[in-house]
C-alpha cells in the first residue's frame, strides 16, 4: 500500500530499557510517518511515548531497533554524523518556559539552527529568514529583539516552533506541545500547526495524552501501552472502529468531540 519512498520515518523493533529497571520503557515499537503526514502518539503517563521519541531523535541511545528517516538509516550514527541529522529531526517539546535559553532573544533563538546548519550566508541573510520564520508562526520583526520572558506561553511555544521550522526539517517531532498551555491557547498552537504542514509540506509525529488533540491534528495514530505498540491506523479506525480493548478503554475514558462536527464554530478566543 505505502511504499518506502512515500515513508519520510520507518522505526522497526525499537527497545529501551533504562540502566536498573527491569521493565524495558519501550518494547518493539515499530510504525511508519507517511511523508506530508502527521502520526500521532497517543498512551497514558509512562506508556514510553517521550522515551520512543527521544530515541528516535537520538538524544538518548536505543538498545535495539532502527530508525530511518527518508530512507537513511540514522540510528548508531556518530556525533558528526548525527549532528548533520539533527537538523532534519527538530523537535518542540511541552514547556516552552524551560525548553528556551532566557538569556537569548527570538533572533538568536530562531537562528541558532540556520547559524550551526550553515543555512545563512551571512547575519542579513540569517536575520531575514528568522523574520521570516517569526511570520510564519504568527510573530515578526518587531519581536526580534526580545527574550523569551517577555512572551507569553502561547508565544513562546510560537518560538520553539519557528526555531524548529526554520531549519526546513524533513520531520518535526512534537512532544506534548500544546499541554502546559491556556486552554484557550492550545487550539490556536494547533492550528498553526495545522497551517505550516500545508504550507511547508511537513511531516509530523506529535504525541499527545488528550486524545481530542491527536483526532484533530493527526491522521494516522499509534496506540501505546507500557511500552508497546497495541494498536495502529488510520484516525477513522482507531476513533471509529478501535479493536484493542486498552482503545477502547481510552476512548471510553474521555468522550472525543470528532473536529469535523464543530469546524464550523466561532474560532477559539484569540491570545490577547
Ligand atoms: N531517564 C529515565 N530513567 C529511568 N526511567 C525512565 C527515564 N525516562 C523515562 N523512564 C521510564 O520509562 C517509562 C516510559 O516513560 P516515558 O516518559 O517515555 O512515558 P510517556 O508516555 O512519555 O509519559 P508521559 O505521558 O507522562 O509523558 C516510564 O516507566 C518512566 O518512568
Ligand atoms: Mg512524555
Known sequence: MTDQASLILEVHGLTKTFPGRAKPAI????????RGSSLGIVGESGSGKSTTARCIAGLI???KGEVVLDGRQIDGL?????????????????DPFSSLDPRMTAEELVGEGLLVHGLAKDKRARREAVVR?????GLSAADLERYPRAFSGGQRQRIAIARAIAVRPKLLICDEPVSSLD????AQVLNLLLDLKAQLGLSI???AHDLAVVRYLCEDVVVMNEGRVVEAGS??????????????????AVPVPDPRMSRR???LKEEP
Open 133 to 137: 520564520n517569526l511570520e510564519l508562526v
Open 205 to 207: 509525529l506529535f504525541i
Open 183 to 186: 486552554v484557550s491557547v492550545q
Open 78 to 94: 556518530d556525533r558528526g554524523l548525527m549532528r548533520q541529522v539533527r537538523r532534519h529531526l527538530q523537535m518542540v517539546f511541552q
Open 265 to 267: 464554530r466561532a474560532p
Open 235 to 252: 484516525r477513522d479506525d482507531i476513533f471509529d472502529s478501535p479493536r484493542h480493548p486498552y482503545t477502547k478503554s481510552l476512548l471510553a
Open 61 to 63: 541511545p536505543a538498545d
Open 27 to 34: 518494547a518493539d515499537v515499530a510504525f511508519n510517518v507517511r
